[in-house]
Every structure is written in structure tokens, then in C-alpha cells.
């Protein structure tokens, strides 16, 4: 470790700004956020109005040292000269006061890192000066995992600091208590009343009798489940919520549409279990996946069933969750990209355009037996597009009971292969000669058709391939 990482009391220190930059209004900005009594000597104006972040300016030309730098706790300097940048470090470093120049690790005692806002909560990323941008992108990937309720729930716990240490005088039991209570309101923390959450289980546990406690403690040791949707595929069309909730998950539950990408995203110790079905074989059954996730829950464990697109298109995922409500496990559910939207996104076919489709429909390729039964006459509509999801099986039959019912043999259609992911493939033709073609190739799951006139904006739309 080059570095040793630590978070400075600044609160009314005087701290010292040279030269101009962008970078050092943002410093500026920090330092004053801080509570720190920030002077800049710069050669111009900056360009933000910093009189509302309490920053004395003194515009003066930068070509010798200034007389009273030993006043300062730290100075961060960037004049634009190489010769005037080593003069402040020598003298800085000479006289111990901590000094940081850019572009200049070495001759830094100290550097400014990629910061992470959820005051009181603060996170810093730092490479030591050798590689700025990668703590900017890890940084980047930290504000997406800390939604900005975080700072909320950090003032919550320390306003109740006191309260707390009044009724439980054992740190221990103090710990056990806030350890409780994040974690079994983890999945509420990002939500607009997660601290309302909180303030009610706090309330709670400080009022109760000790056989209350008890109580709660036994209730503590029951899980949650969320239901989430992974997308059609590709990680980073994954929501904030469900990269969190996979984070944080004890056990993940997983159907055969999510991507290896998307696991790796658990911890390294959660407990995967494979749930996933294709034609006339599955994993488990859908009943034992419903009492699978109750009784993970009923451990203890937070649990994400992870759903291929969006649980609640032809995900089963309504399913799932009538199990658990009729046994009084809480859950939440994560909407995702279905995979209609996702890999016509990637494909360059929009579902509805105004000179081609008013309207969309989403139908499955077969139903609880097998069998493709759909009202053939309502899908000969041709203002209309017909996303048909696991239609790869009944492809002709689907082809052909669309030309007998009425819609044109010559209607354009898509197959979409292991769309968004690396692998995307798509394949294009007419309802009359479009099975027979596919019949040649080889096809790997899953996939996706879309029936309609749409398909033909593909010519001129199509950016991903």
C-alpha cells in the first residue's frame, strides 16, 4: 500500500488554491463542502460563481511563491509551469504541509480522489495518481450501487445514535441490532421511504418487552424474495435496482435466459440454484420452484428469482408470487427490458411506426400443453406487429395458420437469435418461405419473431451489427 487512505477534519483549517483549472474549481467546490477556509490565488477569474460555496478569490499573477503558505493546512496547486509546480513541493514538503499537484504524483504528498457522495456516507476511490480515469469509471459504477437514499439513511442512523446507546448499553447488542435492521430492509433502503421503513422497525424493537423481542428476533430470521428481471440479456441493460438486489442476494434462483455475464454479477458466496426450463424439460418443476423460494425465505436468506426479460411476460413470475403471498413471505418485484423491446431495439425494428404499425401484440409460441392455440383472425391486422415469444418450435405452423387466416404470404418476419447479447443474430424473410428457410439453419436459443411490415426498417435502421 503506497498510499495511506484517511478522510480529513477540515472544519474552518485554511487551505490554499494555485493556478486555474476546471479540476480546481471542482477542488475549490470540495474543500468549501468540507467547511474548510478556502483561499485561491488564480491568474484569472474561474468560471463558476463560487461566492455560494464560500471560496476567497485573489486574481493575481502566478510567478513566485506566495508569502504566507505556512498558514496553510494543505495546498493543491496546478499553475501550468513545471519550475513554479516543483518550487511550491519542495516548500510544501520542507515545511510539512501536505501539497497535491496535478500531473504530478510523485512530488504530491497527498492525493484527491474520485469521490462518492451520501454525506454523512462517503466513499473514496483512488489509484494513487497512476491512473485517474479508472477510479473515475470504478467511481462511476459506486454511484449506481449507492442511490442517493443512502445519504438519507445515514443521517437516520446518526441521529439515533443516542437513543439507541440509552436503551441497549451493550455494544455488542447495539451492532446486532443495526446489522438486524439493514439487512432485512435492504431492499427498502433504495425506495422513497426507506427510512420511514426504518424509523418504524427502530420504534419498534426500542418499545419492545423482552418476550417481544424474542418474538422479533424469530421474525427477523424469516427472508424475502424479489422477483427480478434480467433483461434480454446483455448485463448493462440490467436496472439499478436489480444489479443491487443481485449484489446482495444469499441465494439466487435462475431461469435458462440469463446470461453467465448477468451471474457473475452475484456474490461469490451466494448459493445459484438452476431453475430453468426449455420444451419438455425442466429443471424444476413450476410448483417446487413456488415452495423453493418460500422456503428459502422462511431460512432467512434474501433471495432473487432472476427472470430471463420481465418476470411478468410470459416470465410466470404472477405465479410465483401468489405462493408466497398466500404464505406471508415478502417480496417485491423488478420490472426488466422484455425481451420484445430489448432485441428489436438491437435489431433495428421498431414495433410501432407511424407509417408501418399503430399497434403491437405480444403472444406466446405455445401454451400450458404444447399446442399453439391463438385467435388467428385478430393477428391479420397488417397495421399491426405480432412479437411471438418461444416460437421457434411451431415456426411453420405459426407461418401457415397466419397465411390461412388472412394475412399476406408476403408479410416481412424476423427471427431474432440470443438477441443483445454477442451472439445477436437476426434472420429475415416472408411468411410464405420464412420455415422452409430456417429449417436450414442452425438455430440456438432463445428467440424471438416479429411478424410484420416494421421488419423492413431494418434495411436503414439497423446500427448494432
Same mark, same amino acid.
Given at each position: 500500500?503506497?498510499?495511506?487512505?484517511?478522510?480529513?477534519?477540515?472544519?474552518?483549517?485554511?487551505?490554499?488554491?494555485?493556478?486555474?483549472?476546471?479540476?480546481?474549481?471542482?477542488?475549490?467546490?470540495?474543500?468549501?463542502?468540507?467547511?474548510?477556509?478556502?483561499?485561491?490565488?488564480?491568474?484569472?477569474?474561474?468560471?463558476?460563481?463560487?461566492?455560494?460555496?464560500?471560496?476567497?478569490?485573489?486574481?493575481?499573477?502566478?510567478?513566485?511563491?506566495?508569502?504566507?503558505?505556512?498558514?496553510?493546512?494543505?495546498?493543491?496547486?496546478?499553475?501550468?509551469?513545471?519550475?513554479?509546480?516543483?518550487?511550491?513541493?519542495?516548500?510544501?514538503?520542507?515545511?510539512?504541509?501536505?501539497?497535491?499537484?496535478?500531473?504530478?504524483?510523485?512530488?504530491?504528498?497527498?492525493?484527491?480522489?474520485?469521490?462518492?457522495?451520501?454525506?454523512?456516507?462517503?466513499?473514496?476511490?483512488?489509484?494513487?495518481?497512476?491512473?485517474?480515469?479508472?477510479?473515475?469509471?470504478?467511481?462511476?459504477?459506486?454511484?449506481?450501487?449507492?442511490?442517493?437514499?443512502?445519504?438519507?439513511?445515514?443521517?437516520?442512523?446518526?441521529?439515533?445514535?443516542?437513543?439507541?446507546?440509552?436503551?441497549?448499553?451493550?455494544?455488542?447488542?447495539?451492532?446486532?441490532?443495526?446489522?438486524?435492521?439493514?439487512?432485512?430492509?435492504?431492499?427498502?433502503?433504495?425506495?422513497?421511504?426507506?427510512?420511514?421503513?426504518?424509523?418504524?422497525?427502530?420504534?419498534?424493537?426500542?418499545?419492545?418487552?423482552?418476550?417481544?423481542?424474542?418474538?422479533?428476533?424469530?421474525?427477523?430470521?424469516?427472508?424475502?424474495?424479489?422477483?427480478?428481471?434480467?433483461?434480454?440479456?446483455?448485463?448493462?441493460?440490467?436496472?439499478?435496482?436489480?444489479?443491487?438486489?443481485?449484489?446482495?442476494?444469499?441465494?439466487?434462483?435462475?431461469?435458462?435466459?440469463?446470461?453467465?455475464?448477468?451471474?457473475?454479477?452475484?456474490?461469490?458466496?451466494?448459493?445459484?440454484?438452476?431453475?430453468?426450463?426449455?420444451?419438455?424439460?425442466?429443471?424444476?418443476?413450476?410448483?417446487?420452484?413456488?415452495?423453493?423460494?418460500?422456503?428459502?425465505?422462511?431460512?432467512?436468506?434474501?433471495?432473487?428469482?432472476?427472470?430471463?426479460?420481465?418476470?411478468?411476460?410470459?416470465?410466470?413470475?404472477?405465479?410465483?408470487?401468489?405462493?408466497?403471498?398466500?404464505?406471508?413471505?415478502?417480496?417485491?418485484?423488478?420490472?426488466?427490458?422484455?425481451?420484445?423491446?430489448?432485441?428489436?431495439?438491437?435489431?433495428?425494428?421498431?414495433?410501432?411506426?407511424?407509417?408501418?404499425?399503430?399497434?403491437?401484440?405480444?403472444?406466446? %409460441?405455445?401454451? #400450458?400443453?404444447?399446442? *399453439?392455440? +391463438?385467435?388467428? !383472425?385478430?393477428? =391479420?391486422?397488417?397495421? /399491426?406487429?405480432?412479437?411471438?415469444?418461444?416460437?421457434?418450435?411451431?415456426?411453420?405452423?405459426?407461418?401457415?395458420?397466419?397465411?390461412?387466416? %388472412?394475412?399476406? #404470404?408476403?408479410?416481412? *418476419?424476423? +427471427?431474432?437469435? !440470443?438477441?443483445? =447479447?454477442?451472439?445477436? /443474430?437476426?434472420?429475415?424473410?416472408?411468411?410464405?418461405?420464412?420455415?422452409?428457410?430456417?429449417?436450414?439453419?442452425?438455430?440456438?436459443?432463445?428467440?424471438?419473431?416479429?411478424?410484420?411490415?416494421?421488419?423492413?426498417?431494418?434495411?436503414?435502421?439497423?446500427?448494432?451489427?
Amino acid at each position: 500500500m503506497n498510499h495511506y487512505p484517511a478522510f480529513l477534519t477540515l472544519t474552518d483549517k485554511p487551505c490554499l488554491i494555485i493556478g486555474y483549472s476546471h479540476r480546481l474549481s471542482r477542488q475549490a467546490e470540495h474543500l468549501s463542502e468540507a467547511r474548510a477556509q478556502v483561499t485561491w490565488i488564480s491568474p484569472t477569474q474561474p468560471s463558476r460563481n463560487l461566492e455560494s460555496v464560500n471560496v476567497i478569490v485573489c486574481k493575481q499573477p502566478i510567478d513566485e511563491l506566495p508569502a504566507n503558505l505556512d498558514d496553510f493546512w494543505l495546498v493543491v496547486a496546478e499553475t501550468g509551469s513545471t519550475e513554479m509546480d516543483k518550487k511550491i513541493a519542495d516548500y510544501c514538503y520542507s515545511h510539512k504541509i501536505f501539497c497535491n499537484l496535478s500531473g504530478s504524483a510523485t512530488d504530491s504528498t497527498f492525493q484527491t480522489p474520485a469521490i462518492v457522495d451520501r454525506s454523512p456516507l462517503m466513499l473514496a476511490v483512488s489509484t494513487g495518481g497512476s491512473a485517474p480515469t479508472l477510479s473515475r469509471v470504478i467511481k462511476n459504477r459506486l454511484e449506481a450501487y449507492l442511490p442517493s437514499a443512502y445519504s438519507e439513511v445515514a443521517q437516520f442512523i446518526e441521529s439515533n445514535t443516542q437513543r439507541v446507546a440509552e436503551k441497549f448499553t451493550s455494544r455488542t447488542e447495539r451492532s446486532r441490532l443495526w446489522h438486524r435492521l439493514l439487512l432485512d430492509n435492504i431492499s427498502q433502503l433504495n425506495h422513497a421511504n426507506g427510512v420511514q421503513v426504518l424509523e418504524e422497525k427502530l420504534l419498534a424493537a426500542l418499545d419492545a418487552t423482552t418476550d417481544e423481542k424474542d418474538d422479533a428476533q424469530k421474525q427477523s430470521q424469516i427472508g424475502q424474495v424479489a422477483l427480478v428481471g434480467a433483461g434480454p440479456g446483455a448485463p448493462d441493460l440490467l436496472t439499478f435496482r436489480a444489479l443491487n438486489l443481485i449484489q446482495q442476494a444469499d441465494a439466487i434462483v435462475y431461469d435458462r435466459l440469463v446470461s453467465p455475464e448477468i451471474l457473475d454479477l452475484c456474490k461469490p458466496d451466494a448459493e445459484r440454484i438452476y431453475a430453468g426450463k426449455a420444451k419438455a424439460n425442466h429443471a424444476i418443476p413450476q410448483p417446487e420452484i413456488n415452495e423453493l423460494l418460500a422456503n428459502l425465505a422462511r431460512e432467512g436468506k434474501h433471495v432473487v428469482r432472476l427472470k430471463g426479460g420481465d418476470p411478468f411476460i410470459f416470465g410466470r413470475g404472477g405465479e410465483e408470487i401468489e405462493t408466497l403471498a398466500a404464505q406471508g413471505i415478502n417480496f417485491q418485484v423488478v420490472p426488466g427490458i422484455t425481451a420484445a423491446s430489448g432485441c428489436a431495439a438491437f435489431s433495428g425494428i421498431p414495433l410501432t411506426h407511424r407509417d408501418h404499425a399503430q399497434s403491437c401484440i405480444f403472444v406466446t %409460441g405455445h401454451l #400450458k400443453d404444447g399446442s *399453439i392455440n +391463438l385467435n388467428w !383472425r385478430e393477428l =391479420t391486422d397488417p397495421t /399491426q406487429t405480432i412479437v411471438v415469444y418461444m416460437g421457434l418450435t411451431g415456426l411453420e405452423s405459426i407461418c401457415t395458420e397466419l397465411i390461412n387466416a %388472412g394475412r399476406s #404470404k408476403e408479410t416481412p *418476419i424476423a +427471427l431474432i437469435e !440470443r438477441g443483445t =447479447t454477442r451472439h445477436h /443474430q437476426v434472420h429475415t424473410g416472408t411468411l410464405h418461405t420464412f420455415a422452409a428457410d430456417i429449417r436450414k439453419k442452425s438455430i440456438t436459443a432463445p428467440t424471438l419473431l416479429i411478424i410484420g411490415s416494421v421488419v423492413t426498417l431494418r434495411q436503414s435502421l439497423n446500427w448494432y451489427d
